[in-house]
T-cell receptor, first 115, second 115 residues
Framework: AQSVSQHNHHVILSEAASLELGCNYSYGGTVNLFWYVQYPGQHLQLLLKYFSGDPLVKGIKGFEAEFIKSKFSFNLRKPSVQWSDTAEYFCAVNALQNSGYALNFGKGTSLLVTP | NAGVMQNPRHLVRRRGQEARLRCSPMKGHSHVYWYRQLPEEGLKFMVYLQKENIIDESGMPKERFSAEFPKEGPSILRIQQVVRGDSAAYFC?????????????FGDGTRLSIL
């Protein structure tokens, strides 16, 4: 079945640790890829997006993600996390040929950064 | 706040009642998307609307659910004869035009609880 998979449901890191959150999708054809973040009590905010071009995309707050087409992956990374990065992170895929305008989301990864 | 506005933030209904969720898109946005997030699940696409038109309702349950986006006023997601399984967070997103490379901007969501 076509889906978006986020490998880690809960991640706990200490401040200054490096972060990598996995995201794989199973849609074929052209895809647009996104990472959204939801801070406690707030709405989803766009962290970064990939449409075309350089597969390494940089987003806000020091986040970056790499699109690896052969692996159907779009992993999110940050070299040094801060306490304020504690949030829920969602990977989303827009598979233009399959799902039109809909965003297809993973189940999310809950990140807790401890002091 | 010029973001996507959803109200109410929290809505409690008894089984069999009707729930109406409202969404005002960002200023200048004429495209609205509704998503539902069940507990422990990612966001699932429900419906995509433009002013006075339903473009894609492939994610909407066939019964009891309807959506509209009138020429004037907010988009409304309506759930008739609610059941316990309708308890979820309902998110609205908007974009400025027919989605191609425009990210969707999300509201804070409406948490619907069915007693």
């Amino acid at each position: 079945a076509q889906s978006v998979s986020q490998h880690n449901h809960h991640v706990i890191l200490s401040e200054a640790a490096s972060l990598e959150l996995g995201c794989n999708y199973s849609y074929g054809g052209t895809v647009n890829l996104f990472w959204y973040v939801q801070y406690p009590g707030q709405h989803l905010q766009l962290l970064l997006k990939y449409f075309s071009g350089d597969p390494l995309v940089k987003g806000i707050k020091g986040f970056e993600a790499e699109f690896i087409k052969s692996k159907f992956s779009f992993n999110l990374r940050k070299p040094s996390v801060q306490w304020s990065d504690t949030a829920e992170y969602f990977c989303a895929v827009n598979a233009l040929q399959n799902s039109g305008y809909a965003l297809n989301f993973g189940k999310g990864t809950s990140l807790l950064v401890t002091p | 706040n010029a973001g996507v506005m959803q109200n109410p933030r929290h809505l409690v209904r008894r089984r069999g009642q009707e729930a109406r969720l409202r969404c005002s898109p960002m200023k200048g946005h004429s495209h609205v998307y509704w998503y539902r997030q069940l507990p422990e699940e990612g966001l699932k696409f429900m419906v995509y609307l433009q002013k006075e038109n339903i473009i894609d309702e492939s994610g909407m349950p066939k019964e009891r659910f309807s959506a509209e986006f009138p020429k004037e006023g907010p988009s409304i997601l309506r759930i008739q004869q609610v059941v316990r399984g309708d308890s979820a967070a309902y998110f609205c997103a908007s974009s400025p035009r027919r989605y191609s490379n425009q990210p969707q901007h999300f509201g804070d969501g409406t948490r619907l609880s069915i007693l």
